[in-house]
């Protein structure tokens, strides 16, 4: 089935012709169009308000502003690259200077559309989110990124074999501090992360937290959610405010984004239309997560056992930095996304530093997630372009210029990526992804449905080629 949809011609504030491609899916056949929100033009993110916002009309980054995009007279995408059609539902938001493609289908799992506008579960695309906050705090302070993390986190934190060693934020932000995810993972709420580093604790699992003891910390990557655990609990311990709290105080609302961790802040109207994850189990398509949001104003998060009456307003922050999720727990909309990912290329700020590989893939090898991972940044998935089927060659010839982060967790593969040389920027999720036995992908470490939606959205904006 083609996609369906239309294209729309306007003007941007800067006198360029814009086309812009509104597409629909299956779902969609009686043809009601994807609204374009016109917002603000884009502010300084530094004034902190609710303007500060790239508007909705496509940015011409710096840089990118010789960037020629034909579109108007070509279908959206070459019909060669291939539908994406796995699982439940899926959709793309693919932008450049002078274009901006949009295309969903299917259902999700509760009998009406997914939509642009729908919240979810974006999994560990939430690292680089909460990086982009945790980064100018740090900088912000003496030592800066070289500090070491236990100088604000409420107890010493070291690695037994390496004593002598602190663990550095940097250490931290790009995964090479030599933590992993014990047993108890995540720690639960109601209860206090030093548990974890503790031995004797309750949540201490005989030193399990603890990576190999042949590498000091900064030698090697290995990627570990409790790292980011950490690092909400030394920001909360520094602003004095809880994680959900200094998320949405410092990026959200002045970003005017309907998001939050864990639901935290979140509006009643969004939660409304929250999107489950999903997985086929028993025949059917069966909600991992999000199948009924907290009312609202209320959060999720797990409680201890011991625990099993604890509120929101038990949670202090400083004590435990897995309580909201920052590994994984955003909840925030396709069109959510894209807004974050024109705000990063309109107003870099910290992102420059943060896109700067700190670890790259060497003979020494690393826990990369298969080889998901050839080099990060703080917060920030680095592509090197390595291609072949254990590669990392997401958008062809020139990955290396992409950065950004991709998501798996309780059925949802979720992307957002952007390109500072060519104002480009990929956000996209796509729903149903089994815990085993996924389709490996084609060209890359990706699956093929990750593949086929990623080629769909560089098509649209016109590239030749697609992953690989």
């Not at 602003?239 to 959200?252: A, H, K, T, V």
């Not at 920052?326 to 870099?348: K, N």
């Amino acid at each position: 089935m083609p996609c369906l949809g239309t294209w729309a011609r306007k003007t941007s504030g800067q006198g360029q012709r814009i086309h812009e491609w509104r597409g629909i899916g299956d779902h969609e056949k009686k043809g009601k169009m994807r609204r374009k929100e016109i917002g603000r033009s884009p502010r300084d993110t530094r004034q902190r308000s609710a303007d500060a916002l790239p508007s909705r009309r496509l940015i011409a980054v710096a840089g990118a502003a010789g960037l020629a995009v034909s579109l108007g007279k070509a279908p959206p995408a070459r019909a060669d690259f291939p539908r994406p059609s796995f699982g439940p539902c899926s959709g793309i938001i693919a932008t450049s200077p002078l274009t901006r493609f949009t295309w969903v289908r299917g259902e999700a799992g509760d009998g009406r559309a997914f939509r642009l506008d729908r919240p979810f579960r974006i999994a560990s695309i939430s690292k680089m989110i909460a990086a982009r906050v945790i980064v100018p705090i740090a900088e912000a302070l003496p030592d800066g990124l070289e500090a070491d993390v236990s100088d604000h986190l409420g107890f010493r934190l070291r690695r037994p074999a390496w004593a002598d060693q602190p663990i550095r934020l940097r250490h931290l932000l790009s995964h090479t501090s030599g933590l992993r995810n014990g047993p108890s993972y995540p720690v639960p709420a109601g209860r206090r992360l030093v548990e974890a580093f503790t031995p004797g604790a309750r949540s201490y699992d005989a030193g399990a937290w603890f990576g190999p003891d042949a590498f000091p910390p900064g030698a090697r990557f290995g990627y570990a959610d409790v790292n980011f655990a950490l690092l909400a609990q030394w920001a909360e311990q520094v602003s004095g405010l809880r994680f959900d709290q200094l998320m949405r105080e410092r990026l959200f609302d002045p970003a005017g984004l309907d998001a939050g961790y864990n639901w935290s802040g979140v509006t009643a109207r969004a939660r409304s239309q929250a999107a489950p994850g999903l997985r086929w189990e028993g025949g059917a398509w069966v909600p991992q997560v999000d199948a009924t949001p907290p009312t609202w104003p209320a959060p999720t998060f797990l409680a201890a056992e011991e625990r099993s009456g604890l509120k929101d307003a038990d949670i202090a922050p400083g004590e435990n930095g897995f309580a909201f999720s920052p590994q994984g727990g955003l909840r925030i909309s396709l069109e959510g996304m894209d807004r974050l990912a024109r705000l990063f290329l309109a107003d870099p700020g910290p992102l420059l530093r943060m896109e700067a590989p700190a670890w790259r893939m060497g003979p020494g090898g690393a826990d990369n997630e298969g080889g998901v991972f050839q080099a990060y940044g703080l917060g920030v998935q680095v592509l090197t372009g390595k291609r072949g089927p254990e590669g990392d060659a997401f958008f062809g010839p020139d990955s290396a210029d992409w950065r950004g982060h991709l998501g798996d967790a309780y059925g949802w593969m979720t992307g957002l990526f952007w390109n500072r040389r060519t104002g480009e920027s990929l956000a996209w999720a796509l729903n149903g992804m089994p815990e085993h036995g996924r389709p490996a992908g084609r060209r890359t470490v990706l699956t093929t449905p990750e593949e086929d939606l990623i080629a769909l959205g560089l098509s649209a904006l016109g590239r030749k080629t697609g992953p690989g």
